[in-house]
């Protein structure tokens, strides 16, 4: 391993061993799918920050000048707060950022910032960085917080570290969390994930709000719910009914499409809703706004995005408690239907014998279909499908590149929870684990020089 960059409370470890070594590939037919030697010297990183030991979920974000964001839980001794770094577009750290400048940073730097465990990111267009997550000093509401944009905590009227973010209407036991947000092009920002109804308070739903540029609820967004700002949808599937929306993505009519995990009595199931842009469920939306996937199969849907033609990708994982295949499947932008031009029914599967699963999808300018997340046991995996559904020769091996962050070290296990592109290359965030006690952030980037260099295959 090559010799770790430091400074202060920034640890980054850089691999040393090289690209073909550690993705499967063929480099004689395949030009995408390499680690790239531009970023950071040999295309991938370990991001770590002391005192924090235990590091989940990161997201990763691009800014327009081309710095790359990081984001996610980590856990100093027995406590989780959100952490955050910042990269160079090489790669390389930006020093410069955070309250130290010390290119990293853990929440519990700034005074009085609460505990939490589950967190999601989002970027302003002035690249400022919006935290929201639960507070465990106060579970009846989801929190937000805001960070300059040279990594400064800017604190709400009064002092107060976090804004408080109802998503619950029941009146004694009030219960949310916010797993996922999006910035709309007018400054609101779009958050979801899950709370309790107001008639019961064991039953949670997908939970989707609009926020004011303050971070309040905008009461103009489903102003005759049970509380304004905020629409709930149910899929009532049976045993605990604890459904919760992982993440959102905005089409270009303003209508919002959250994607999760359904409950069933003995499985989960993936799950869509729809709602228009005034926060009603979209009817025209498979059944009264909502989609129940792969009722036969254990699964679950993690990630989506909207493509050029406003069709919506989803992916996650498909299969049984032993053996799960990456899902990506693409609806029709009119009413959420499988869009059969994909695939030949709309969804496809890639998988080994072991429990794969997809966290991330992204769509190229091409059409072209790229899911992360994991692959076996200990590697994280990339898969790239054409426009029309077929695996893309061209990327990997069969379509599949799998790897590590790290160079060395039968214990490590790797999965990608985040997936950007950043002019056209796979750019891949994710948890590179030694021990159930010790993991880092794992950073990656992608050639993919057939397209986005020529323009052309």
């Known amino acids: 391993m090559s010799r770790p960059h430091r400074l202060r409370l920034l640890c980054v470890l850089a691999a040393a061993a090289s690209a073909s070594s550690a993705f499967a ?5 395949n030009i995408d799918g390499f680690l790239d030697p531009a970023f950071n010297g040999d295309g991938r990183l370990q991001v770590t920050h002391a005192p924090a030991s235990i590091f989940t979920n990161p997201a990763l974000l691009v800014q327009p000048d081309g710095r790359l964001l990081i984001g996610g839980a980590c856990k100093a001794g027995e406590d989780s707060y959100p952490c955050a770094a910042r990269l160079l577009p090489d790669g390389t750290p930006d020093f410069g950022y955070g309250p130290s400048a010390t290119g990293a940073f853990v929440f519990n730097e700034f005074a009085g910032f609460p505990r939490g465990s589950s967190f999601a990111f989002a970027l302003q267009p002035d690249s400022r960085l919006l935290v929201f997550g639960d507070n465990e000093y106060a579970t009846a509401a989801g929190m937000g917080a805001r960070v300059s944009r040279d990594g400064q905590l800017e604190r709400w009227p009064g002092g107060a570290p976090v804004r408080s973010i109802p998503l619950s209407a029941h009146p004694a036991e009030p219960s949310s969390r916010i797993l996922c947000a999006a910035v709309l092009p007018n400054g609101k920002i779009i958050v979801a994930g899950v709370a309790n109804r107001a008639s019961n308070a064991g039953n949670e739903d997908f939970a989707i709000a609009r926020l004011n540029p303050d971070l309040t609820l905008d009461t103009t967004f489903n102003p005759g719910g049970a509380r304004p700002g905020v629409q709930l949808a149910a899929f009532d599937q049976g045993g605990s009914n604890r459904d919760q929306a992982l993440a959102v993505a905005v089409q270009a009519d303003g209508r919002i499409v959250a994607v999760g995990m359904v409950e069933a009595p003995a499985a989960y199931h993936g799950g869509a809703v729809r709602l228009n842009a005034d926060g009603s469920l979209d009817g025209s939306f498979g059944s009264s706004g909502r989609i129940l996937f792969s009722p036969d199969l254990l699964a679950a849907l993690s990630a989506v995005t909207i493509d050029r033609r406003q069709r919506i990708v989803v992916a996650g994982s498909a299969g049984d408690f032993d053996n799960s295949d990456i899902y990506v499947a693409r609806l029709r932008a009119s009413d959420g239907g499988f ?5 030949g029914t709309g969804a496809v599967r890639y998988g080994g014998p072991d429990l794969d699963r997809a966290s991330a999808v992204a769509v190229q300018s091409d059409g072209k279909v790229v899911a992360a997340g994991t692959y076996g046991y200990n590697l994280f995996g990339v898969v790239r499908w054409r426009e029309d559904g077929t695996v893309d020769p061209r990327f990997g091996v069969g379509g599949l590149s799998t ?42 980037r992608l050639t993919a020089d057939a397209i986005f260099v020529s323009g052309m295959e």
């Open 25 to 29: 590939q063929d480099p004689l037919t």
């Open 339 to 343: 869009d059969t031009s994909f695939g």
């Open 403 to 444: 790897g590590s962050f790290a160079a060395s070290g039968p214990t490590w296990t790797d999965t990608v929870t985040a997936l950007a592109l950043q002019d056209g290359r796979p750019l891949l965030a994710g948890i590179s684990s030694i021990t159930t006690e010790i993991s880092y952030i794992g950073v990656a």
